[in-house]
């Protein structure tokens, strides 16, 4: 059983930044995809960031340049740096992880079977 625990979130000024950390419990011996997605109140949950378990990773074109997925092995933990925030950022940020035979990680939400309970990024204007 995959097991996803993030955590970072919180209030932070417009141009501010913050960095999300996701505890996984992730048979590294199974390829992966992992991935950050996000859902505003009233919105639907949509994607941010991937990255595979040979470390390659996409972007949402509105966070290119700013935020920056990543994977600290050793302590099993997924990251997302984030800088220049803007008030649009202001979401719930999920953590979300699935096998992958092919490699290839999609970017819908369906496209990954486990889910973290969440953390919430706040962003003033």
């Known amino acids: 059983q995959v097991q996803l625990v993030e955590s970072g979130g919180g209030s932070v000024q417009a141009g501010g930044s913050l960095r999300l950390s996701c505890a996984a419990s992730?048979?590294?011996?199974?390829?992966?995809?992992m991935g950050w997605f996000r859902q505003a109140p009233g919105k639907e949950r949509g994607w941010v960031a991937t990255i595979t378990s040979g470390g390659s990773t996409s972007y949402t074109d509105s966070v290119k340049g700013r935020f920056t997925i990543s994977r600290d092995n050793p302590r099993n933990t997924l990251l997302l740096q984030m800088n220049s925030l803007k008030p649009e950022d202001a979401a719930m940020y999920y953590c979300a992880a699935t096998s992958t035979i092919t490699g290839y990680c999609g970017s819908a939400p369906r496209d990954f079977r486990y889910w973290g309970q969440g953390t919430q990024v706040t962003v003033s204007s």
């Open positions: 992730i048979y590294t011996y199974t390829p992966y995809c």
